[in-house]
């Protein structure tokens, strides 16, 4: 392994662990305290399930693309896409659901940190932008997977702020 790939795989390896420090800092802190109740837990059931069937349909469709269309990106982006897309379904549904948040967890706060996972991930994309990063050879870089994660969150987070909008229409109009 060259010292270009070790990077790559102690960068991955470092951003999985302070992920995961994050996510059991945000339990400790009852930031991520889910309690579901049963009509959210099946709502939920069904969002992975069409999650789940979304990812294997994009899966095969990036497998054929490749095939098609020659390499016209890395397999860590391929992957990527393919789970931003199957987890916006997963979200959108739950969402619609209203079933994305449990009953104890704060909205501010979580969709606060929805933005700012998508202001970072955007502003990283956007530096490998523009110094020219994100395309080497006509093939679709690593350096890609920040922007992508960055537009899923921001889906994620337009789909919230508008249904909570419209939910909040809909009471006032009762």
Same mark, same amino acid.
């Not at 960068?11 to 059991?24: E, K, P, R, S, T």
């Not at 693309?65 to 393919?82: E, F, K, N, P, Y």
């Not at 501010?108 to 932008?129: C, E």
């Given at each position: 392994m060259d010292h270009y790939h070790a990077g790559i795989?102690?960068?991955?390896?470092?951003?999985?662990?302070a992920g995961l420090i994050f996510v059991a800092f945000l339990f400790k802190k009852k930031v991520l305290d889910c309690h579901f109740d049963e009509r959210?837990?099946?709502?939920?059931?069904?969002a992975?399930?069409?999650?789940?069937?979304?990812?294997?349909?994009? =899966?095969?469709?990036?497998?054929?693309?490749?095939?098609?269309?020659?390499?016209w990106c890395d397999v860590l982006t391929g992957i990527?896409?393919?789970?931003?897309?199957?987890?916006?379904?997963?979200?959108?549904?739950?969402?619609?659901? =209203?079933?994305y948040l449990?009953?104890?967890?704060?909205?501010?706060?979580?969709?606060?940190?929805?933005?700012?996972?998508?202001l970072i991930n955007l502003g990283f994309g956007g530096a490998h932008a523009v110094?020219?990063?994100?395309?080497?050879?006509?093939?679709?870089?690593?350096?890609?997977?920040?922007?992508i994660i960055g537009v899923a969150t921001l889906v994620i987070l337009i789909v919230y702020i508008v249904n909570h909008l419209l939910c909040s229409r809909g009471e006032e109009e009762e």
């Amino acid at each position: 392994m060259d010292h270009y790939h070790a990077g790559i795989a102690v960068g991955l390896a470092a951003g999985i662990v302070a992920g995961l420090i994050f996510v059991a800092f945000l339990f400790k802190k009852k930031v991520l305290d889910c309690h579901f109740d049963e009509r959210q837990e099946l709502a939920r059931g069904k969002a992975f399930q069409y999650g789940f069937f979304t990812l294997l349909i994009s =899966d095969y469709v990036y497998a054929l693309s490749d095939m098609i269309l020659g390499r016209w990106c890395d397999v860590l982006t391929g992957i990527t896409i393919c789970l931003a897309v199957s987890l916006c379904v997963f979200a959108t549904t739950c969402i619609l659901k =209203d079933a994305y948040l449990s009953l104890r967890e704060k909205p501010r706060v979580v969709m606060t940190m929805f933005a700012l996972l998508t202001l970072i991930n955007l502003g990283f994309g956007g530096a490998h932008a523009v110094s020219g990063d994100l395309i080497e050879d006509g093939v679709l870089t690593f350096r890609a997977v920040n922007p992508i994660i960055g537009v899923a969150t921001l889906v994620i987070l337009i789909v919230y702020i508008v249904n909570h909008l419209l939910c909040s229409r809909g009471e006032e109009e009762e």
